[in-house]
């Protein structure tokens, strides 16, 4: 077998646009979910169980791509309940 010489490896992918085009991606998409809905139902008192059921995915996968929303949500949740509990 004969290599080749670097210049016709370098046409041969000199269009890296069209390589990127014929890469299929691979995997399952992922699942799309509102920030803000987590938040608010983390505020509300809704467990990662909960939402997991409600969003139809694993508990893990909500934890892992909202975790500041989840603390922002339970941080809202402690100030309401400080608020009502001073009321």
């Known amino acids: 077998m004969r290599a080749r010489s670097p210049p016709q490896i370098i046409d041969e992918f000199s269009d890296i646009n ?11 998409p992922k699942k799309q979910l509102n920030p803000e809905e987590v938040s608010d139902l983390i505020r509300k008192g809704h467990t990662l169980k909960l939402l ?4 139809g ?31």
């Open 18 to 28: 069209c390589i990127k085009e014929t890469i299929k991606k691979m995997g399952r």
């Open 52 to 55: 997991s059921i409600h969003f």
């Open 57 to 87: 995915c694993h508990r893990d996968t909500i934890y892992t791509r909202f975790s500041p929303q989840i603390r922002k949500g339970r941080k809202m949740a402690h100030r309401d309940w400080l608020r009502a509990i001073k009321d």
